[in-house]
């Protein structure tokens, strides 16, 4: 029997153009439509899209390896150039990076 890794059927790109967040807000995946609650003792890891939407990590993964693309299931499809990446130093999404002082 031979297993498949999770990584195999996940993008490894997609982690460049999402803002990782994690509080106690009520908030739903755009993906799955599931809603988490304020009421879980450890808040749930998420990632925020440049259009606001909010998914689970491993759900957005799952999308973009399956849509070979980055974007937003609701919003639509972007190309993956680095003036759609999001940049934790400047706390931006879409800049030009040549502006970022880390780059």
Known sequence: MSYQLYSDD???A??????????????????CHMTESSVMPIPWLRYQLSC?????PRC???????????????????????????????DKFGHKPTLCLYE
């Open 10 to 12: 996940e993008c490894v």
């Open 52 to 56: 606001s939407h909010q998914v689970h």
């Open 60 to 90: 957005y993964k799952k999308w973009c390896h399956n849509q070979q693309m980055v974007g937003c299931p609701t919003c639509g499809l972007l190309e993956m150039k680095q003036d759609h990446m999001y940049c934790v130093y400047c």
């Open 14 to 31: 997609c982690d460049d153009y999402v803002k990782e967040i994690a509080n106690d807000d009520l908030w739903k995946c755009v993906i």
